[in-house]
């Protein structure tokens, strides 16, 4: 199981999550940032610091948001398991759900 990172984060990226994170398996896409499922140690500390309330457990994941769980998973299938989301910077691509969103307002 992992923590999944959904709509209010697209176009927001607040990153207080990334600040939190105590093993930096948050990822930063070009719109949004991503929870790396096989880094995530499910701690929890990134949700209660989310301003927005965009960080679900796998399970307690609305279902209009349903396809955030693929969009995180999935997003690491090109980039793999880089071990550290500091040590690599932003990404300039999302993932093709979010990358198809209309701008979010902010």
Not at 11 to 30: F, H, M, N, S
Not at 48 to 65: H, K, M, S, T
Not at 70 to 82: H, L, T, Y
Request: with cysteine; aromatic share 12%; hydrophobic share 35%.
């Amino acid at each position: 199981m992992t923590y999944v990172i959904a709509l209010p984060c697209v176009d927001l990226k607040d990153r207080a999550c990334v600040d939190e994170c105590p093993v930096d398996c948050i990822y930063e896409g070009e719109r949004m940032l991503y929870i790396h499922p096989d880094e995530c140690v499910d701690c929890g500390a990134c949700e209660p610091v989310c301003p927005v309330e965009a960080i679900y457990y796998e399970d307690d994941l609305p279902g209009e948001w349903a396809e955030y769980y693929k969009a995180n998973v999935e997003f690491f299938d090109e980039i793999g398991s880089p071990g550290g989301a500091a040590k690599v910077g932003v990404y300039n691509f999302d993932h093709p759900i979010i990358a198809a969103l209309p701008p979010q307002e902010t």
